[in-house]
């Protein structure tokens, strides 16, 4: 029998030991995590994932949009590992836990060049419930209007409604979108348009360039300066959800998420930092 010497040993020992740690099934080159859910959170978790990622190699989060509803949804049978949901949980959702990472409120938009600067309640009411059709009732130009609503499944149509008092059947839309970036982009091109959308979504765009503008609500800006005072009176946390206590990648990122190291991009993307009223 062949003998080694304890030099080659050891450097067989060490490319041995070197390799299986590299095969270990819980080694972070294996790890990844599937989020989904709320499209108004998506883009702010996308960009804290890559930050994420860059400070934990090996590690992979998928971000998937579809809805609130898919996010708890997704939760709860375990296809993703985070749901996004851009609202408080429901009573009935009490089985899962919420952690806050943004605030952000949902805001009327039309395009630029519409000369109406404010709505009632009651007017909006009335556009959305079909029993205005023209913008000269309102002031503006002899036009008919384009009311656009929310799918089901989208926590800004419940939020919306809840505003409203409505139900979905009473609404009267002629475009119905998805998410936050449809909605923007429908009134943008459609100078008779008018919609909701998170507000810092729709700040963000309006600061670019994009030709829409937010209307106030009960006299109240739309602006995430009224979100952050607290004064804007349709606002939301923007949550990610689990099943129970997070663990592993899942409890790392939501801390990443809530913490510090990441308020530049919740501002980046218009919304407001948790903590900072």
Do not use: C
Request: no cysteine; glycine share 10%.
């Amino acid at each position: 029998m062949r003998i080694f010497s304890i030099k080659k040993y050891a450097i067989f020992i060490a490319a041995l030991l070197s390799g299986y740690s590299w095969a270990q099934p819980g080694n972070a080159a294996a790890e990844k995590l599937v989020l989904t859910g709320a499209s108004t959170i998506a883009p702010l978790a996308a960009e804290i994932a890559r930050r994420f990622e860059s400070r934990h190699p090996g590690t992979r989060i998928d971000v998937q949009t579809g809805g609130s509803s898919r996010g708890i949804n997704d939760t709860r049978n375990g296809t993703a590992g985070i749901g996004m949901v851009s609202r408080a949980l429901k009573p009935a959702e009490q089985d899962l836990q919420a952690h806050t990472i943004a605030l952000d409120g949902v805001g009327l938009i039309l395009h630029a060049s519409n000369p109406v600067s404010a709505l009632s309640r009651q007017q909006v009411i009335d556009i959305y419930t079909g029993k205005i059709v023209n913008w000269k009732t309102l002031g503006g130009r002899d036009a008919p209007i384009t009311a656009i609503n929310k799918a089901e499944g989208r926590s800004t149509l419940e939020l919306f409604l809840g505003y409203l008092k409505l139900k979905n059947s009473d609404i009267k839309p002629h475009v119905i979108i998805g998410d936050n970036a449809q909605g923007i982009k429908t009134v943008a091109g459609n100078p008779n348009a008018i919609g909701y959308v998170s507000i810092g979504a729709a700040e963000y765009e309006a600061r670019h360039g994009t030709p829409i503008k937010l209307l106030p609500l009960d006299g109240i800006a739309a602006t995430v300066a009224n979100v952050r005072n607290g004064t804007f009176p349709l606002s939301r946390p923007l949550n990610l959800v689990t099943r129970a206590e997070p663990e592993g990648l899942a409890r790392d990122f939501i801390a990443f998420a809530r913490s510090e190291q990441v308020h530049d991009l919740v501002e980046a993307q218009y919304f407001v930092p948790i903590g900072f009223r």
